[in-house]
T-cell receptor, first 114, second 115 residues
Framework: DAGVIQSPRHEVTEMGQEVTLRCKPI?????LFWYRQTMMRGLELLIY????????DSGMPEDRFSAKMPNASFSTLKIQPSEPRDSAVYFC????????????FGSGTRLTVV | AQTVTQSQPEMSVQEAETVTLSCTYD???????LFWYKQPPSRQMILVIR??????QNATENRFSVNFQKAAKSFSLKISDSQLGDAAMYFC????????????FGKGTRLHILP
């Protein structure tokens, strides 16, 4: 298995632009998580899905952030419009529900908003 | 709500020595999982070791072992024979056994290896 695949690895965009981050979870995993990591706040859970359904989006900072999971093999996190304070590393992770194996993380997308 | 606390933001250890990273957690559940993740400069999050709360035996993975004290809600990570490649941020994490339970991460401990 190729693991959790995220794209792009790096993204630099101008303030006000729309940004879309992509994630392909491990085949067979039915839970998917989006995290944001910054020096100040550490790892923050933004949203997670179970069987493609959003279960908890309480971590989504504001309406500028949205996430979708149209099928079991693909998820997107969109920021529109982007702001400099959104600059961070965004991780996608997947797992089996309640699994003992923890999460498998993707390599993250480093987003820089200038 | 469950919480995970790592009280050591940074630690240093001499190469080939042993170091212990501390972690405490708070929960009202009796069954759960605990994890240690490593994040090297490459930023990839790597699962180092896992412990099931219902197992009394401490988990071990090569040079990595844990000291799991369920009553004290303590879950420390011991790294033996430290190597330069062990330099990373280490996160302690908790997951309940309910369906859909998310993993709760501590704020991390940055480990430096001194040559």
């Amino acid at each position: 298995d190729a693991g959790v695949i995220q794209s792009p690895r790096h993204e630099v965009t101008e303030m006000g632009q729309e940004v879309t981050l992509r994630c392909k979870p491990i085949s067979g995993h039915n839970s998917l998580f989006w995290y944001r990591q910054t020096m100040m706040r550490g790892l923050e859970l933004l949203i997670y899905f179970n069987n493609n359904v959003p279960i908890d989006d309480s971590g989504m900072p504001e309406d500028r952030f949205s996430a979708k999971m149209p099928n079991a093999s693909f998820s997107t996190l969109k920021i529109q419009p982007s702001e400099p304070r959104d600059s961070a590393v965004y991780f996608c992770a997947s797992s089996f529900s309640g699994g003992r194996d923890g999460y498998t993380f993707g390599s993250g997308t480093r987003l820089t908003v200038v | 709500a469950q919480t995970v606390t790592q009280s050591q933001p940074e630690m240093s250890v001499q190469e080939a020595e042993t170091v212990t990273l501390s972690c405490t957690y708070d929960t009202s559940e009796s069954d759960y999982y605990l994890f240690w993740y490593k994040q090297p400069p490459s930023r990839q999050m790597i699962l180092v070791i896992r412990q099931e709360a219902y197992k009394q035996q401490n988990a071990t993975e090569n040079r990595f072992s844990v000291n799991f004290q369920k009553a004290a809600k303590s879950f420390s990570l011991k790294i033996s024979d430290s190597q330069l490649g062990d330099a990373a941020m280490y996160f302690c994490a908790y997951r309940g056994m309910n369906r859909d339970d998310k993993i709760i991460f501590g704020k991390g401990t940055r480990l430096h290896i001194l040559p």
